[in-house]
């Protein structure tokens, strides 16, 4: 029987998973994976990346915007710690990722060998799972549980590290099984009929009901079943960031955002509504504020798919407890069909409050500095709605979020959780490569963009046409905003002394341009869209505006401020 | 909050790196472990993990379904003290002499129900299994004889009703 190597083995085995791109960066431990590489480039396309935590933020957007596992490869040590970052971050907002990382040969471990570090140890606390191999023979095994793993269920990020000598050694009889079960594992815990009629009773009953809902629509490719519920039910719906884009921007029944930088009147109205559904969301304190004064008056439905998450923050009167494709549509038929009228028109009237106080100022702004706003609704006016939104953190972040139009899901990607500087680049990159027939729009900040600013360099060597937006502020402008908020104006390191950011885009040879005139705005997003391949536009906008609404911390929701 | 001691009892795939995986969710959460033994269970190529918390009940329940959600572990349950019978061994290692010397440790040896392990020339062993309070009692009691080591094991414990952790197996 014919033998292959371990190296090779994991490259079938990816293959087998239709994997088509990895995103990754070489060194010693992973050679020999590599080599089987340049072998099956025509099945396997490797994007070198040009720092390793690029890799992960690469392969969040891919899986992201494709709805697949991204993959990130590294090499041991170095290679492998500067993924965990990604990695950290795919776990907090729950995205479908296996890294792959190499490591010293077996008869070395634990020797402080080159290169050596324990990334199992390192990436324990912020993997789904994680494991070592050290045998070539349990490859095939382990590699298809990673991808099952990663998957299936609350989706996150599987580690997997394998010995030198592993990817050295030769097997015979490979043959690679889909995992489809892990006894030890219920990735989607079965739901509870009387738990649904239950809720049934609950949401018939209302009379002031509150749809929250996150991303768990979205992961769990739910949004028709969603609109549908939404719709019959004719209860107002909310978005978290990571939820939007479930639903269209301009759907009737869409609220807009909750929490810290969220919409008036959804934050105010959570400490009136009567009922809160919560659906596939997880009560992050960014979202709930001051646990202490949020949604008290209110009974809360949990929809969910992790169990783990059912009364962690929030104590809930109900839990359905399961995937929300199957439980909204399981609850469809017994819901009746209502219409919350005056109910609706106390968001809409507290939304008016914030409209004629913040939105109009800075959306319909008309004289002095170019707001972040401007840009976003220039975006929203040459765009039809169905690009992939691509964001870092800081208030360029809120900002984009807020104003978006989202016509279509899997549209808005950013680091929500954990709110990694540095994601919007890469991540803009891998969610083109995800999906290259939509418009990848990434709107980043001054002090973001130089975290990972190098991947320009994987952007120009890919051809990847992301059109990359710079709202420089020449702040670290949310962290300024805080200091001007509750720290005197004390500005301690938030000023930055910012390079010609067009230079170096061409010198990364993207076409690039400065843009400061509000006269010149829509042009040169319009020269930007139209541009064939990937392109730079810098915004320079006014350097000290703050982002409200705002609930500062420890906060109530409902204490949120317009100014 | 009211503080209760829990035995978390965990049913696991035998796997290298789970109790890294496990200690890491107390960690995080500042919660001291009282203490923690690891062995096979009734099933078999099953391990079972019995750690002692003491934490409030909705803490103790946060805690399970966090351990639960790692994807080798197979089941976890946790039970109050009334619900349990539990133990734990110590050793008290002591100096021979006191042994011939100081008729009253034998009679401390007798009255809390220890068992003498072994004697050498040089030192002798006691061994004493019970609650904390028992063992700690004879801790006491021998520390004015010159204790030369003394050792505790985690508690280990069974629960009154059945757990039903092949039952759970089946079903998946
Ligand atoms: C890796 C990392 N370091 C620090 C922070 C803290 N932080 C949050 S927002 C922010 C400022 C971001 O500045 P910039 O990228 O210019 O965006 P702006 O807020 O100005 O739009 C900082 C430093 C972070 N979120 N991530
Ligand atoms: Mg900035």
Known sequence: MKKISGAEAIIRCLISEDVDVLFGYPGGAIMPVYDELYKFQKELNHVLVRHEQGATHAAQGYARSSGKVGVAIATSGPGATNLVTGIADAQIDSTPMVCITGQVASYLLGSDAFQETDIIGISTPVTKWNYQITKASEISEVISKAFYIAKSGRPGPVLIDITKDAQFDMIEGFEYKKCINIRSYTPTPKFDKSVILDAVKLINKSKKPLIVWGQGVILGNAEPEFKDFVEKSGIPAAWTILGVSAISTNHELNVGMVGMHGNYGPNVLTNQCDLLIAIGMRFDDRVTGDLKSYAKQAKIIHFEIDPAEVDKNVKVELAVIGDVKQTLKEILPHVKKRKHVSWVNNFRELNKIEFDKVIDQEYNKQHGGLSMAEVIKSINENTDGNSILVTDVGQHQMVACRYMNFNKSKSNITSGGLGTMGFALPAALGAKIGDPEREVIAVIGDGGFQMTIQELGTIFQTSSAVKIVILNNEYLGMVRQWQQLFFDKRYASTEMTNPDFVTISKGYFIDSKRVSKRKDLNSSIKQMLSHDGPYLLEVCVEKEDNVFPMIPSGSSVSDIRLE | ?172
């Open chain 2, 1 to 172: 909050m009211k503080k209760t001691t829990y035995t978390i009892s965990i049913y696991t795939e035998n796997n290298v790196g789970l109790l890294n995986r496990v200690s890491q969710i107390f960690l995080k959460r500042h919660i001291n472990i009282v203490s923690i033994t690891s062995s096979e269970s009734e099933i078999p190529d099953i391990f079972r993990f019995v750690i002692v918390v003491n934490v409030s009940k909705e803490q103790v329940a946060k805690l399970v379904k966090q351990i639960e959600k790692q994807i080798e572990v197979i089941s976890v349950f946790y039970h109050t003290d009334k619900q349990t019978i539990f133990l734990e061994t110590a050793l008290y290692k002591v100096k021979s002499s006191s042994l011939f010397e100081e008729k009253q440790i034998q009679n401390i040896i007798k009255d809390s129900r220890a068992n003498i392990v072994t004697v050498k020339p040089a030192f002798f062993v006691i061994e004493k299994t019970g609650w904390r309070s028992e063992t700690e009692d004879l801790y006491e009691k021998l520390k004015p004889y010159g204790l030369l080591q003394f050792v505790r094991s985690g508690r280990i414990s069974v629960t009154k009703k059945s757990m039903e952790i092949s039952k759970i197996l089946n079903n998946k």
